[in-house]
C-alpha cells in the first residue's frame, strides 16, 4: 500500500490536512466517529478506481481546535462546503460515512450543485425513539471496539499508536475527534436533517454494515423514502458501523459499482 | 474560619442490594425507587435539619444542584434556600449551584439570586459551577463540547445584569436578548460574593483568581486526597501572584462527632457505608463526555502527577466502594470525639489552606436524630474551638454583606 498524497488547505484558522490518492475524477470521502488517522486499505481499494480525497473534517484528525468555532448547523454547512471546495470536491462524487454522512447528507440538501452522486454509509441524522441510535458517548472503555466494529480487535488496533508517534497527541487526536462529533450530533444526532431530505435530488446509495450497532440498518429505509433522487440500498453481510474496517474490499467494491451505474 | 453546614439532600430509603442490582445512582436511576409520600418525609426532614444548623450557629446553610441524583434531590436549590431564607436569620445562605449554562436565559440565576438575596437581606453567597457531566451533559442533554463556552457566557450576562444601571442588549453566541434589565437587583452591591465549586481544572483557579471568586474543592474523599488539589491551587495562586488568604478557598469535609471515638464510630458506621456504597455508585459510562475536560487540563492531567495522583483518589468508585476502615483511616469521613475532630479539622484547615469549610454532618440515611445529634455536638465543642483560625491575619472579603439585624424584616409567626 503505496502513501498517499499530502497537503493542507487554510479553515476555521487550521491547517487542514487532504490526504489524495488514484488517478481519474475525484471521488470525496468523509469518514465517521474517529476519522482518518491513517490510509486504510478500503481507501486504498477505492483508489483503484477514482481519484480519492479525503478532507479532514473540523476537529478530526489532520484538524485541529478550529471546530470549536462552529456553533449550530449552518456552521458546520457552511465549514463542510468551504472544506468540499478547498479539496476540489466541489460538484463532485462524495461518500460520507456516518459522521460525515450526515454532512454530506447536509451538504446535498442544502447545495444540491455541490454534490453529483452520494454514497451514504450508515449516515447519521435520524432518530426515533422506538429503534434509537445508540448512545455512543455513555460507554466504557471496554465497550466502545465491538459497539463500532465487528471486529473489535482489528479496530482496537486500529486506534494504537504506531512507533515512533507522540503517545499523547496521538490519543488527544482521539478525543478531540469525539469532543468534534459531539459537538455536531449531541445528544440524539438529530439536528433535523428529515425535514430537509426532500431537497437531495442526488442519485444515493445507502450502504450498510447489517450488523451496525450504532445506526440500525432499518434507517436506511428511512432515509431512501425521504430523498427525493434515486436511492438504492445495499446491505454488507455481518460488517458493523464501521463497514470500512470491517469489510473493505466489498465496502470499496458496492460504491464504485454504484458510481459506475 | 468559617463553617458551613452542608445539605446533600439524599434519597434515605436507596434498597440494601442497590449496588448489585442497578447500574447507576445517577442519569438512570430506577425512577420506581423514589417513593413520593417518603420523598415528602425526607424533604422536610432535611429542611429541619438545615434550619437547626442555623439556630445551633453555623456561619453558613448549604444547598446544590443535581438532577437525576439518588444521593442529590434537588434539582433546584432555590426553591430550599427560598423556604431557608424566611426560615433563619443570620446565617449565610450559600446556594453552590446554579449550573449556568442550564438555564435559558441565563438572566433567570441573575433574577432568582437577587430575590433570593432581597428575601434574606443580603445573606446569599451565589455560587456558579459548571455542573457535573451527569448533570449536564446527560441529565440535560448540554453539549459537552459547548458547556464551558455556554457557561462563560451565561457569567458574563449575570454580572453585567448585576452591575449594569440600565437596560442592555446582550448579542452572544448562545442567548441573545434585546432587553436585560432583571428586577429585583440584589441587595448586596454590586454583587453577592461568588464561590466557583469546582474539581482541579487549572483553568478554574486561573477563572478564580482572575475574576477574585472563592475556588471551592467539593470532594467526597477527604482532605488526604483533597491535599494534592489544594496544593495545585495554591502553586497555581502564587504563579498568579495572589496573596495565600486562606478565606479565597473552600473545601468540603464529612465529620461524626460523639462523646468517645468508639461511639462515633459505631452510630456514624452505617450512614456512612450508605453514602459510600451506595450514594457514590455512579456508572463510569457517565463520567467524561468528550469535551467535558479541556485538551489543556487533559494534557496537564498526562504530565502532571500531581494531578494525576488526586484523579486516583478522586476516581476511587470506579474501583468498588471502600470498606469503613477506610472511610475512617484515609479521612473520608472524621470521626471522633470532639478534641478529636476539633484537632483533625484545624489540620485540613491549616494543612488545605481553607478558611471557608463546608461540613457534611448528614450524610447517607442518617436520621434526622441523628444529624441533630451530630450538629449540635460540633456545634457547642468543636466549632469554638476553630472559630478564630484565620480571622486575625486574614480579611474574608468573600463573605455575604447582610443589612444590620435590626433592619431586617422578620416573618410573622404562623397560628397553627
Not at chain 2, 288 to 301: L, Q
Request: with cysteine; aromatic share 10%.
Amino acid at each position: 500500500m503505496s502513501a498517499p498524497h499530502e497537503r493542507s488547505v487554510r479553515l476555521l484558522g487550521d491547517d487542514v490536512r487532504i490526504l489524495e490518492k488514484g488517478e481519474g475524477a475525484p471521488l470525496g470521502f468523509l469518514p465517521t466517529f474517529g476519522g482518518v488517522l491513517a490510509w486504510t486499505p478500503f481507501l486504498d481499494r477505492l483508489a483503484a478506481g477514482r481519484r480519492v480525497v479525503v478532507p479532514s473534517l473540523p476537529g478530526f484528525p489532520g484538524a485541529s481546535g478550529g471546530f470549536r468555532r462552529l456553533d449550530d448547523l449552518a456552521d458546520w454547512v457552511t465549514a463542510t462546503l468551504d472544506l468540499l471546495e478547498a479539496a476540489g470536491l466541489d460538484g463532485a462524487d462524495l461518500v460520507g460515512h456516518g459522521v460525515g454522512g450526515l454532512l454530506a447528507a447536509e451538504v446535498a440538501a442544502f447545495s444540491r450543485a455541490s454534490v453529483r452522486r452520494l454514497a451514504l454509509l450508515a449516515p447519521l441524522g435520524l432518530f426515533d425513539e422506538r429503534e434509537p441510535v445508540a448512545d455512543v458517548w455513555a460507554k466504557r472503555a471496554s465497550e466502545v471496539p465491538a459497539l463500532h466494529s465487528a471486529k473489535p480487535e482489528a479496530y482496537a488496533q486500529s486506534l494504537a499508536c504506531p512507533p515512533g508517534q507522540d503517545e499523547v497527541e496521538w490519543q488527544l487526536a482521539q478525543v478531540r475527534a469525539m469532543e468534534a462529533a459531539a459537538r455536531l450530533l449531541w445528544p440524539t444526532g438529530d439536528r433535523g436533517l428529515a425535514k430537509r431530505l426532500h431537497r437531495i435530488t442526488a442519485p444515493t446509495l445507502l450502504l450498510w454494515g447489517s450488523e451496525d450497532r450504532i445506526v440500525p440498518a432499518s434507517y436506511a429505509k428511512r432515509f431512501a423514502e425521504g430523498i427525493a433522487g434515486k436511492a438504492e440500498i445495499r446491505s454488507i453481510p455481518g460488517a458493523g458501523h464501521r463497514l470500512d474496517l470491517d469489510a473493505p474490499e466489498a465496502t470499496a467494491d458496492a460504491i464504485l459499482a454504484f458510481l459506475a451505474s | 474560619m468559617k463553617q458551613l453546614w452542608f445539605h446533600l439532600m439524599p434519597y434515605t430509603d436507596l434498597p440494601d442490594d442497590f449496588r448489585d442490582r442497578h447500574p447507576s445512582v445517577w442519569v438512570d436511576i430506577d425512577s420506581r425507587l423514589f417513593d413520593p409520600a417518603k420523598g415528602h418525609r425526607m424533604y422536610n426532614e432535611f429542611m429541619d435539619e438545615l434550619e437547626f444548623a442555623a439556630e445551633a450557629g453555623f456561619d453558613g446553610i448549604c444547598v446544590n444542584e443535581h438532577h437525576q441524583n439518588g444521593y442529590g434531590l434537588m434539582p433546584s436549590p432555590n426553591l430550599i434556600a427560598s423556604a431557608l431564607a424566611r426560615r433563619t436569620s443570620d446565617a449565610a445562605l450559600c446556594v453552590m449551584g446554579n449550573s449556568l449554562a442550564l438555564y435559558n436565559p441565563p438572566v433567570r440565576v441573575a433574577e432568582e439570586f437577587a430575590m433570593l438575596d432581597c428575601i434574606s437581606g443580603g445573606r446569599l453567597i451565589a455560587g456558579f459551577p459548571v455542573g457535573t457531566p451527569m448533570d449536564t451533559c446527560y441529565a440535560y442533554g448540554m453539549n459537552p463540547s459547548q458547556l464551558r463556552e455556554r457557561y462563560h457566557e451565561a457569567h458574563d450576562l449575570i454580572m453585567k445584569a448585576w452591575r449594569e444601571p440600565a437596560p442592555f442588549a446582550w448579542n452572544g453566541r448562545f442567548s441573545q436578548l434585546r432587553y436585560v434589565n432583571p428586577w429585583p437587583r440584589p441587595l448586596q452591591r454590586p454583587h453577592p460574593p461568588v464561590w466557583i465549586p469546582g474539581g482541579g481544572s487549572i483553568e478554574t483557579w486561573q477563572w478564580c483568581a482572575e475574576l477574585d471568586y472563592v475556588y471551592a474543592y467539593l470532594s467526597y474523599f477527604g482532605y488526604q486526597a483533597g491535599q494534592a488539589t489544594m496544593n495545585g491551587f495554591w502553586e497555581e495562586m502564587k504563579r498568579l501572584g495572589k496573596d495565600r488568604n486562606p478565606f479565597r478557598a473552600g473545601f468540603l469535609q464529612f465529620v461524626g462527632v460523639a462523646e468517645s471515638r468508639q461511639e462515633a464510630l459505631d452510630i456514624y458506621r452505617e450512614p456512612a457505608e450508605y453514602f459510600y456504597n451506595r450514594c457514590l455508585h455512579v456508572d463510569a459510562r457517565f463520567a467524561s463526555p468528550p469535551g467535558y475536560a479541556s485538551e489543556a487540563t487533559i494534557r496537564s492531567k498526562v504530565v502532571s502527577q500531581v494531578l494525576a495522583a488526586a484523579s486516583r483518589a478522586t476516581d476511587r468508585e470506579a474501583f468498588g466502594p471502600p470498606p469503613f476502615e477506610e472511610i475512617v483511616s484515609k479521612g473520608y469521613v472524621i470521626i471522633g470525639s470532639p478534641d478529636e475532630v476539633a484537632e483533625q479539622l484545624r489540620e485540613v484547615a491549616l494543612s488545605l489552606n481553607v478558611g471557608q469549610l463546608m461540613l457534611l454532618l448528614q450524610y447517607g440515611n442518617m436520621s434526622r436524630d441523628l444529624a441533630f445529634y451530630n450538629t449540635e455536638l460540633f456545634a457547642k465543642k468543636v466549632k469554638p474551638q476553630l472559630a478564630s483560625l484565620f480571622e486575625d491575619e486574614w480579611e474574608n472579603r468573600w463573605w455575604p454583606k447582610p443589612l444590620p439585624a435590626g433592619e431586617r424584616a422578620r416573618p410573622r409567626e404562623i397560628q397553627a
